[in-house]
């Protein structure tokens, strides 16, 4: 049995995401890989939670550079969940250039936050299947 490629995304870099050395914004990183997070869930079905009243909160984020990006390349920016036990999963970005090479590395550590009483839930996995949700988005497993 093999694994699934996860969930991808392709961004083009712009002009104005660049910083005074030509390369990518060091920000702008974690602004892709927030797109590719937020494209994997609703495309997984994350309309469900909303209407559960739960969200995915981002509470810690990590990144690795590996190669710069500059202006006008294209990336793609994978996204995988890993579950574990408790309230926290983490989201796992790796951002390619078209020709496959690595350029940053992202590890995030989110929650499923219950938006009424502003608290994390447990076992955020579970939610996440009892909403419905398409768990092969999100997950290479």
Known sequence: MTAREPFRVEIKVRHYELDTLGHLNHAVYHS???????EAFEQAGGAALREQNL???????????????????TVLVGCEAKFGTGKTFQMINNIHKADG???AEITCTLGLMDLERRKLVEDPRGHCERAGLDMSVLTAE
């Open 32 to 38: 892709y890989g927030e797109v590719a997070r937020t």
């Open 101 to 103: 090479t690595l350029s």
């Open 55 to 73: 969200a995915p909160v981002l509470l810690e984020s990590h990144i690795v550079f590996r190669r710069e990006i500059r202006a006008g390349e």
